[in-house]
């Protein structure tokens, strides 16, 4: 199982962003995936998820739910991450993540959850 984060970059605030997670190894499309954040000094925060393509359900943290959306394609094998309104507490580097135990079903609570694959992280900065 692997995972590839990538679609980082320096953005101004305001802005948007895609973020993709591409898997091989697995069938993608039978997992939920889930993307996490990690600022300098701070802890790991989970922003978002997307289950299994039998499942589908979505859930954000409040502090993007409004501004960004994850999404997944199965016949490319990726999840989506479009951030738009783009702050500079946004800025982070980004990790998209499952385990074998998120096999076709739904979100699990990302605080609690332990996921066993990390994809490799993308940076997100956002700042003038």
């Known amino acids: 199982v692997q995972l590839q984060a990538s679609g980082g970059g320096l953005v101004q605030p305001g802005g948007s962003l895609r973020l993709s997670c591409e898997g091989s190894?697995?069938?993608?499309?039978?997992?939920?995936i889930a993307w996490f954040r990690q600022a300098p000094g701070k802890e790991r925060e989970g922003v978002s998820c997307?289950?299994?393509?039998?499942?589908?359900?979505?859930m954000y943290v409040d502090s993007v739910r409004g501004r960004f959306t994850i999404s997944r394609d199965n016949a490319k094998k990726a999840v989506y991450l479009q951030m738009s309104n783009l702050k500079p507490e946004d800025t982070a580097q980004y990790y998209c993540a499952t385990a074998l135990s998120l096999w076709n079903r739904g979100c699990p609570n990302l605080r609690h959850y332990r996921m066993e694959y990390w994809g490799t992280g993308t940076p997100v900065t956002v700042s003038t």
């Open positions: 997307i289950g299994s393509s039998t499942d589908g359900n979505t």
């Open positions: 190894g697995f069938s993608l499309e039978n997992f939920a």
